[in-house]
Each structure stands twice: as structure tokens, then as C-alpha cells.
């Protein structure tokens, strides 16, 4: 079941409340601020799938949530049977989106909660008490990185970032946006550049609209224009968050985040990248790695009107990955990782041990 309210409130991206999951409609950002309702795990998945709710962080908390969910609509009496349900149920949540790794991080953090129940009211129960802490914990999360990431920019930054790993990315707060408002938090003056991130511009949809709403000083550039700043001194530091970060420090992040990268370096400009530990993924090396392909009208429209030739081929990706040798640091809540990034990142997976 889908409905949809206006709420006026501050942003908080998604929501556990009376059984229902309720989320900030994304796509009607910024013309309208709107709230969707869902009480079916398919309606999730399909939200997470239509970019409804976008962001790694977010889309982990909601892949709980739609498997929570996926427990309440269980008619199962044994515990085998509500299992076989979820298994059903995380497949078409995973399936979704296959580049962000806190998807399938949620999800299996979840399923073992699940494995662990007694009996399938205790399984529901623990599950959605389970999926509720980790949305106040993902916002915890990343107040504490902003806290680590603030010490690392200086009164009068002009911070660059790309795409939006912001408030909007994740429950709360945000990943590199929750930097940027914690190192204005902490009284320094800053501005932003925003890039637009064509094509589905996350950066003038979302980024933009959220820092706007903080009051905090942003100006939106076209991703063409990343050259033009950084040689005109426009940039002092860029920040962007991450899907997926492998062991040895390579970063996947929005399309584009790997010119952003070398531009950066060409400029000695330096580079963070901000992303809580779950969205690290030790096992895969890069070609484990899929890069999710998008359909084509993102890129032959904007906002449903033809800017291309009928049938023209397209290359749509969504992410690129970033090489370590271009990354300043990596922002988590355990701390900064810096290179060498494959002994850094060990050393903060061990401090949490
Ligand atoms: O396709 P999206 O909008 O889900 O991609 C999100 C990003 O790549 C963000 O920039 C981000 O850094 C990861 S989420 C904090």
C-alpha cells in the first residue's frame, strides 16, 4: 500500500512508525517535499529500485526495514516457514541495486537477527526492534565521522563534494555532508560547491536542496565546470561519500567521483572520502565489483523531455571507482584512514574488534 502525505519537518529520510516504513520521496525533490508510506516489502524494494530512496547508508536501513516488513505480512506459524518467507523476500530487496554494499549489509545483518528468534513472534519483534536501532544508530554514526572528519578542514574552505551524501543518503545527518555540517557545527565559516551530477543530478536536486535547508552556504556548479573551479582557486577541499570501499582503499562512489579524484590531484587539492564501516566491503577485489548500468532515457532526457536523437546508443553507469592514489583520507567513525590505505583500514576494522 502506497500513500502519500506532506509532512513539514525537518529531513529526516526514512522512518519506522505503527508497522509502517515512511520515507521522503526522493524523486519529487526539490519542487516537493513529500512523504510515501509503506507497509509491503515489495513497494520497498521497488522505492529503493526507482531511486524513491537512494544512498548507500539509506538503502541499507531500508532494506531492513522492507524486511521487517516482509516478517509483519508472513502468514508462516513455524519458524522454517517465516525463514523461507524472509529468504524470498531479502533475494527481490537485494536485487534491487547491486553496486552499494550496505544493501546486502542490512539485509544480512537482519536475516541473522531472524535466524537467531525463538519463534516467529519473537522473530518479528526482533526484528523490527532490531531495524529501528539501526536507523538511530546509522544517525550516531555519522555524527561521530563528522566529528573526526571536522578536524580536517580549516575555517574559510570552499568543500567541494559531488552527488549527495547527505542527510538525504542516509537516515540522517549524512556521510560527507554530515563533515560539512559538523565542521560548521564546530564554528568554522565554509562554503559548499555542489556539483549537479548529471544524469539524475542528485547534486542540484538533493545536495543543493538540503544544504539550502540547513542554511548552509551552497553554490551549484555543472560537473563540467569541476576544471574551471579548481584552476580559478574556487576549492580549497573536496569531500564525497561512497557505496562501496574495498580493503586496499579503492572507492566506489557516484559517477564522475573519479574525475572529480584526478582533477583534485592535478590541483594538489586534497580528497576525503566520508563512509561508515559498513559500507566497506573486505572480501571482493574490483572485479567482484558490479557497477550497476541505469536505462538509457536518464541520459537522452531532462526531466522527461528528449535532449538526444532517437536510438541512440548509451553508456550509463552509475558509479566509478576511484584509485587509492588519489584519496587524502577516508573519513569513518572509527577514525581517518590514511594511506597506506590497506594497513590503515585493518587497523580500524581491529580497533572495533
Ligand atoms: O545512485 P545513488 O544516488 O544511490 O548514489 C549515491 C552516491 O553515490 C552518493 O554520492 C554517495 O556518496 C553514497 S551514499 C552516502
Same mark, same amino acid.
Given at each position: 500500500?502506497?500513500?502519500?502525505?506532506?509532512?513539514?519537518?525537518?529531513?529526516?529520510?526514512?522512518?519506522?512508525?505503527?508497522?509502517?516504513?515512511?520515507?521522503?520521496?526522493?524523486?519529487?525533490?526539490?519542487?516537493?517535499?513529500?512523504?510515501?508510506?509503506?507497509?509491503?516489502?515489495?513497494?520497498?524494494?521497488?522505492?529503493?529500485?526507482?531511486?524513491?530512496?537512494?544512498?548507500?547508508?539509506?538503502?541499507?536501513?531500508?532494506?531492513?526495514?522492507?524486511?521487517?516488513?516482509?516478517?509483519?505480512?508472513?502468514?508462516?506459524?513455524?519458524?522454517?516457514?517465516?525463514?523461507?518467507?524472509?529468504?524470498?523476500? #531479502?533475494? /527481490?530487496?537485494? %536485487? &534491487? =541495486? @547491486?553496486?552499494?554494499?550496505?544493501?546486502?549489509?542490512?539485509?544480512?545483518?537482519?536475516?541473522?537477527?531472524?535466524?537467531?528468534?525463538?519463534?516467529?513472534?519473537?522473530?518479528?519483534?526482533?526484528?523490527?526492534?532490531?531495524?529501528?536501532?539501526?536507523?538511530?544508530?546509522?544517525?550516531?554514526?555519522?555524527?561521530?565521522?563528522?566529528?573526526?572528519?571536522?578536524?580536517?578542514?580549516?575555517?574559510?574552505?570552499?568543500?567541494?563534494?559531488?552527488?549527495?551524501?547527505?542527510?538525504?543518503?542516509?537516515?540522517?545527518?549524512?556521510?560527507?555532508?554530515g563533515v560539512i555540517r559538523a565542521t560548521?557545527?564546530?564554528?568554522?565559516?565554509? #562554503?559548499? /560547491?555542489?556539483? %549537479? &551530477? =548529471? @544524469?539524475?543530478?542528485?547534486?542540484?536536486?538533493?545536495?543543493?536542496?538540503?544544504?539550502?535547508?540547513?542554511?548552509?552556504?551552497?553554490?551549484?556548479?555543472?560537473?563540467?565546470?569541476?576544471?574551471?573551479?579548481?584552476?580559478?582557486?574556487?576549492?580549497?577541499?573536496?569531500?564525497?561519500?561512497?557505496?562501496?570501499?574495498?580493503?586496499?582503499?579503492?572507492?566506489?562512489?557516484?559517477?564522475?567521483?573519479?574525475?572529480?579524484?584526478?582533477?583534485?590531484?592535478?590541483?594538489?587539492?586534497?580528497?576525503?572520502?566520508?563512509?561508515?564501516l559498513s559500507t566497506f566491503d573486505l572480501?571482493?577485489?574490483?572485479?567482484?565489483?558490479?557497477?550497476?548500468?541505469?536505462?538509457?532515457?536518464?541520459?537522452?532526457?531532462?526531466?522527461?523531455?528528449?535532449?538526444?536523437?532517437?536510438?541512440?546508443?548509451?553508456?550509463?553507469?552509475?558509479?566509478?571507482?576511484?584509485?587509492?592514489?588519489?584519496?587524502?583520507?577516508?573519513?569513518?567513525?572509527?577514525?581517518?584512514?590514511?594511506?597506506?590505505?590497506?594497513?590503515?583500514?585493518?587497523?580500524?576494522?581491529?580497533?572495533?574488534?
Amino acid at each position: 500500500m502506497k500513500s502519500q502525505t506532506k509532512i513539514h519537518s525537518s529531513l529526516r529520510t526514512i522512518e519506522w512508525k505503527n508497522n509502517t516504513v515512511i520515507m521522503i520521496d526522493q524523486t519529487k525533490l526539490p519542487n516537493k517535499l513529500v512523504y510515501v508510506k509503506y507497509t509491503n516489502y515489495e513497494d520497498v524494494a521497488n522505492a529503493i529500485r526507482t531511486l524513491v530512496v537512494r544512498g548507500a547508508p539509506a538503502i541499507g536501513v531500508s532494506g531492513a526495514f522492507g524486511l521487517a516488513l516482509a516478517a509483519l505480512q508472513s502468514k508462516a506459524k513455524s519458524k522454517e516457514n517465516i525463514i523461507k518467507d524472509l529468504e524470498k523476500a #531479502k533475494k /527481490i530487496l537485494f %536485487e &534491487t =541495486r @547491486p553496486t552499494a554494499v550496505n544493501l546486502i549489509w542490512g539485509l544480512d545483518k537482519i536475516m541473522n537477527v531472524a535466524k537467531k528468534g525463538k519463534d516467529v513472534s519473537d522473530i518479528k519483534e526482533s526484528m523490527i526492534q532490531t531495524a529501528k536501532k539501526m536507523a538511530e544508530d546509522d544517525i550516531q554514526t555519522n555524527m561521530i565521522m563528522g566529528k573526526h572528519g571536522a578536524k580536517l578542514f580549516n575555517n574559510n574552505d570552499t568543500i567541494m563534494t559531488h552527488c549527495n551524501a547527505g542527510a538525504l543518503a542516509t537516515v540522517g545527518y549524512g556521510t560527507a555532508l554530515g563533515v560539512i555540517r559538523a565542521t560548521k557545527e564546530s564554528g568554522k565559516m565554509i #562554503k559548499v /560547491i555542489a556539483t %549537479e &551530477t =548529471r @544524469p539524475v543530478m542528485q547534486g542540484s536536486r538533493l545536495t543543493a536542496f538540503e544544504l539550502k535547508h540547513d542554511g548552509i552556504d551552497v553554490s551549484l556548479i555543472p560537473d563540467t565546470a569541476v576544471g574551471y573551479a579548481m584552476t580559478n582557486g574556487l576549492v580549497t577541499k573536496v569531500i564525497v561519500g561512497a557505496d562501496r570501499i574495498l580493503r586496499t582503499g579503492h572507492v566506489y562512489n557516484k559517477i564522475g567521483t573519479y574525475q572529480v579524484a584526478t582533477m583534485a590531484k592535478q590541483h594538489k587539492i586534497p580528497f576525503y572520502v566520508a563512509a561508515p564501516l559498513s559500507t566497506f566491503d573486505l572480501k571482493s577485489n574490483s572485479e567482484d565489483v558490479i557497477i550497476e548500468q541505469r536505462k538509457a532515457s536518464e541520459v537522452t532526457g531532462i526531466a522527461g523531455k528528449k535532449t538526444a536523437p532517437d536510438d541512440i546508443n548509451v553508456i550509463n553507469p552509475a558509479f566509478d571507482m576511484t584509485p587509492p592514489e588519489l584519496i587524502t583520507g577516508i573519513i569513518t567513525e572509527a577514525g581517518v584512514a590514511k594511506p597506506p590505505f590497506e594497513e590503515s583500514i585493518k587497523k580500524l576494522f581491529k580497533s572495533r574488534l
